[in-house]
C-alpha cells in the first residue's frame, strides 16, 4: 500500500462505535469513502479480544462478531485497505513505545500512559502517512503534538 495523507486508520474504539451504529461513529464513517479508510489487524484483534471478554451472552458475542465481520467485508469491498504490522511499521514503533505523554483516562477518572498495541496503532498511521481515527481520548492530542495526524470523534452520550 502506498502512503496516502488523505486515508484513515481506523481505530478500536471508532470499529466498536461503527459496529453498534453509534451517531458520531457513522456520521464520521458516512462523510468519507470506504475506500479511503484502512483496518489495521491490530485493531480487529483488539476488538474481537474486546467483545469476547465484554459480550455477556453468547447470542451477544456473535452479533457483535457478525457485525465486526460485515463492517470489516464492506470496507474491503469497497476498495479499503486491511493492514498487517510491517518492518516499516516496527521501525516506527520503536519511536512510539518510548514517547511520552501518552495517556488514556481510565474509569476511575485517572490518567494512565496507553499501552504498547495502541502505541504499535500510532506507529501503523505514521509509518503509512494515514491519519489516525478514534473517540477522544489525552493520547490523541498528544500523538498530534507529536506531528501524528488525527481526527478525533467525540466521545457517545448515552440516550
Known sequence: ?????????????????????????????????????????????LVRSLIDTGARTKRSE??????????????????????????????????????SPLEFVDPQGQREEVEQDVRLLLA????????YVDYASPYLGQAAEQGLKVIVIDAETAA
Open 62 to 99: 456473535e452479533r457483535w462478531h457478525t457485525a465486526l465481520n460485515q463492517l470489516v467485508s464492506k470496507i474491503l469491498l469497497e476498495g479499503g485497505v486491511a493492514v498487517e504490522v510491517t518492518k516499516d511499521i516496527l521501525d516506527k514503533w520503536r519511536h512510539w513505545r518510548l514517547q
Open 124 to 131: 501503523t498511521a505514521d509509518a503509512l502517512n494515514l491519519t
Open 1 to 45: 500500500m502506498t502512503a496516502d495523507s488523505n486515508r484513515y486508520l481506523l481505530g478500536p474504539g471508532l470499529l466498536m462505535g461503527l459496529c453498534q451504529k453509534a451517531p458520531h461513529a457513522t456520521s464520521w464513517g458516512d462523510s468519507v469513502p470506504q475506500r479511503d479508510c484502512c483496518v489495521s489487524e491490530l485493531s480487529l484483534a
